[in-house]
């Protein structure tokens, strides 16, 4: 769909077995509104729950993936006005997602738009993107996992640095801190992250989600338990007719056909 003409802050479509969800505020820079936080929430859930769906990929627009909430509309907040927004509740829902979650990030992932880059699976970025938790600039701090996503991806002291210096890092430096998972050309932000998703939904569905899960948790738990956790998420797709298919393939030395059962 053509941005420019699209009235939606958000639009979902679908490619093949990948589910799209893009953010089209471009006169905002795709500020994460209360309103388009749900939309965008919503669209992944539903895509979530069809089963001809296997992976999802958010993205942004080419200059702007999202520069943080609305100020706007946060200005004049009051914490009850912050508590009755459902906002931190739409963030817990986009944690509960089951399918694998791709980025596509180019420009301004800033705030919440860093956040929300973070709270993906995998992030494809484009040589322009830029990351970072510029709140304390404007007097708050990071408040959808910020302080401690961004800490456990990059380590401590860049971390502080980015939260209370504002500094920035450009692709490359998110490259190398481990933050997204490869750097293509300004041009080819959009395919490249697809062609990720595409990857990814054509792998067994179930494998996906429990896999998903299991790595998920692994920065949560502690060893032994994420390991006991682990074996039994393998077990289980034991009962699986994927498995049957994939390992049966395998000796039949063709591609699996797999079917998410
Ligand atoms: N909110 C609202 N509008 C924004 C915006 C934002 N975050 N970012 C940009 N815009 C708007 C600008 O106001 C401008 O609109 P007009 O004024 O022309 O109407 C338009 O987008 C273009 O922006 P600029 O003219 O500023 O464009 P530049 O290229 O000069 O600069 C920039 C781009 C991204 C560097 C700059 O716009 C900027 O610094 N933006 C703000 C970045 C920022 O501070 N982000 C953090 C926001 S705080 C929560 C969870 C999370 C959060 C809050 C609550 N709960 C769970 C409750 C997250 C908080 C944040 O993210």
């Known amino acids: ?37 749900e939309k965008l929430v919503t669209a992944l859930e539903v895509f979530d729950a069809d089963p001809e769906v296997h992976c999802l990929l958010l993205a942004g627009s080419e200059r702007a993936f999202a520069a943080g909430a609305d100020i706007k ?32 990030v180019s420009g301004f992932a800033l705030g919440g738009g860093c956040e929300l880059a973070m709270c993906c699976d995998m992030v494809v970025a484009s040589e322009s993107a ?20 961004l800490t456990r ?27 997204v998972n490869k750097v293509v050309p300004v041009e080819a932000w959009y395919d490249e992250a697809l062609a990720l998703a595409e990857t990814v939904a054509k792998k067994a569905p179930l494998a996906a989600q429990l896999a998903k899960e299991c790595v998920s948790r692994a920065l949560d738990m502690d060893l032994e338990t994420a390991l006991d956790y682990e074996r039994r998420m393998f077990y289980l797709l034991f009962a699986s007719s994927d498995q049957k298919e994939g390992m049966k393939a395998f000796r039949e030395k063709r591609k699996a056909a797999f079917t998410g059962s």
């Open 1 to 37: 769909m053509d941005a420019a003409v699209s009235l939606e802050e958000v639009v979902a479509e679908r490619a093949g077995a990948v589910g799209v969800v893009r953010l089209n505020r471009p006169q905002a820079l795709n500020a994460l509104s209360y309103g388009v936080m």
């Open 153 to 179: 991806a990059v380590g401590k002291v860049l971390a502080m640095e980015m939260v209370l210096a504002g500094r920035r890092l450009s692709a490359r430096e998110a490259l190398a801190y481990g933050l």
């Open 73 to 104: 509309e946060l200005e004049g907040a009051t914490p009850v006005d912050m508590l009755r927004s459902g906002q931190m509740e739409r963030w817990g829902r986009l944690r509960r997602l089951k399918k694998p979650l791709v980025a596509a």
């Open 130 to 149: 830029v990351f970072g938790q510029p709140e304390i600039d404007i007097g708050v701090m990071p408040g959808a996992g910020g302080t401690q996503r």
